[in-house]
């Protein structure tokens, strides 16, 4: 695995290493002590999936708030997406930044997302399935998020968007909140 820091933050996109040969191929997508050795510390609890039908479709932005808030990995194993992640934590000097990739089976990647960043993507295809591991345990109460299009964040989404949910598009925007 390489790490690569995402602009000034301490979030990671993770190129991984495929092996292969004739039967197929090879990628270790988790261990303990080489996200320890590049200075992340990261424990999986918890394991998602999620799957989406359309392409065009945008989940996000998601996070969960303090007292909890949750680091993940993500993974595209089917499709391709556009991931995006936020830095919405309050005293730190990447606050409001947004970065963004492309992660599908073929890009061999996956994304380190750190506690404090909202999280959402659109995909580019049609069936499209994303993997996460969770740092910490879902808390319902805390679950929150913001809208794909708010504009303080001015999020470039790379097609149209065909699908969100009611509750992605219900959001209120940040500037109005208490969290920013």
């Not at 790490?3 to 990628?27: C, K, M, N, P, Y």
């Not at 918890?46 to 708030?65: D, P, W």
């Not at 990995?73 to 990739?101: F, K, M, N, Q, W």
């Not at 598009?169 to 940040?174: F, G």
Request: hydrophobic share 40%; aromatic share 10%; net charge neutral.
């Amino acid at each position: 695995m390489r790490f690569v820091q995402l602009g000034g933050s301490d979030a990671r996109l993770i190129e991984l290493t495929v092996r292969a040969d004739e039967r197929g191929s090879f990628t270790r997508t988790w261990c303990v002590k080489t996200f320890a050795d590049a200075g992340i510390a990261f424990q999986p609890v918890q394991g998602n999936s999620s799957v989406t039908r359309l392409r065009g479709s945008v989940r996000g932005m998601h996070f969960q708030r303090a007292p909890k808030p949750d680091a993940k990995i993500v993974r595209c194993t089917a499709g391709l997406i556009h991931d995006v992640i936020v830095d919405i934590r309050p005293d730190s000097p990447t606050r409001g930044e947004v970065y963004a990739c492309e992660l599908g089976p073929s890009t061999a990647r996956m994304l380190y997302i750190p506690a404090g960043f909202a999280h959402g993507f659109q995909t580019l295809t049609d069936n499209v399935t994303v993997e996460y591991l969770m740092g910490i345990d879902y808390a319902e109460e805390l679950s929150d998020g913001f809208r794909h299009d708010d504009p303080m964040f001015a999020i470039s989404w790379p097609q149209a968007v065909t699908v969100l949910s009611a509750k992605d598009a219900s959001w209120p925007p940040m500037a109005a909140r208490n969290l920013w």
